[in-house]
């Protein structure tokens, strides 16, 4: 079955940095666009970021571009996302997300538990 499992979450002072990691498992992790969401205490659901199956392009939301940078290692089977300059609005529960398809990166048909990251002086 499929497993997304999320890693990496913390505390971390605004100005600082953190890097997510999503460990991938029962699917054919290299075939499949992977995106992260994540969504703030009180909010919906924001889009964030997502990658193509073979990592060729990448596409960030306005509110985390040059900031924030999506990648993968299909040898590995794990999602990245580096974030830094981070800033208390960032805080939210971060969610890994695979795509029905090879470049779908807005959809997706599983996803992870996710991982909490507090930005705070």
């Known amino acids: 079955q499929v497993q997304l499992v999320e890693s990496g979450g913390g505390l971390a002072q605004p100005g600082g940095s953190l890097r997510l990691s999503c460990a991938a498992s029962?699917?054919?992790?290299?075939?499949?666009?992977m995106s992260w969401a994540r969504q703030a205490p009180g909010k919906g659901l924001e889009w964030v970021s997502g990658?193509?199956?073979?990592?060729?392009?990448?596409y960030y939301a306005d509110s985390v571009k040059g900031r924030f940078t999506i990648s993968r290692d299909n040898a590995k089977n794990t999602l990245y996302l580096q974030m830094n300059s981070l800033k208390p609005e960032d805080t939210a529960l971060y969610y890994c997300?695979?795509?029905?398809?090879?470049?779908?990166?807005?959809?997706?048909?599983?996803w992870g538990q996710g991982t909490q990251v507090t930005v705070s002086s």
């Open positions: 997300r695979k795509s029905p398809g090879a470049t779908m990166i807005d959809e997706y048909d599983y």
């Open positions: 029962g699917f054919t992790f290299s075939s499949y666009a």
């Open positions: 990658i193509y199956s073979d990592g060729s392009d990448t």
